[in-house]
């Protein structure tokens, strides 16, 4: 589990209070987990976590809260092929890794696509808001256990 840098809790508090959110103490264990996990955590891994410091706290209510926080964009949601969905709070643009074994999301950055034109085609569809690139294959732990076997 890698942290994001510091500011992570103190953005995601303030976009909560634009939007006239109260901070109880279960949302900010929430959040606390999720500024500190740049893992992409499930709903169940976060409440995994929660629940240690709050004991009374249900599996729906972080649902819930979780729900709510993407509502307001504090939390973006990344689907996982045969997985859970993840959460992910990094707001700067970036693209993500994901390994096909073990599921493990890992953030990347490529300048290069982002300046990228979206192609003439794609204007008769509609309008494009943003670009996020996602590449699925085996992590090197994975590949690695492939190799051995």
């Known amino acids: 589990m890698k942290n994001h840098d510091g500011h992570e809790l103190e953005r995601m508090i303030e976009i909560l209070r634009e939007h006239g959110l109260r901070l109880t103490h279960q949302r900010l264990e929430i959040l606390r987990v999720l ?5 992409h955590p499930s709903v ?24 709510s926080f993407e509502k307001y ?36 950055h490529w300048p290069a696509f982002d300046k990228l034109d979206v192609p003439d085609k794609l204007n008769a569809w509609g309008m494009v808001d943003s ?19």
């Open 131 to 149: 670009k996020q690139v996602e590449i699925r294959g085996l992590c090197s732990d994975c590949r690695g256990k492939t190799k051995r076997k």
């Open 73 to 108: 964009g504090a939390v973006k949601r990344v689907e996982v092929l045969d997985d859970k969905s993840r959460f992910d709070t990094n707001p700067q643009q970036h693209h993500h890794l994901i390994c096909k074994r073990c599921k493990r999301i890992e953030d990347f």
């Open 35 to 39: 500024a500190a996990d740049s893992s």
């Open 44 to 67: 169940e891994q976060i409440y995994d976590r929660v629940v240690k410091r709050v004991p009374t706290i249900s599996l729906d209510t972080v649902y819930r809260t979780i729900t």
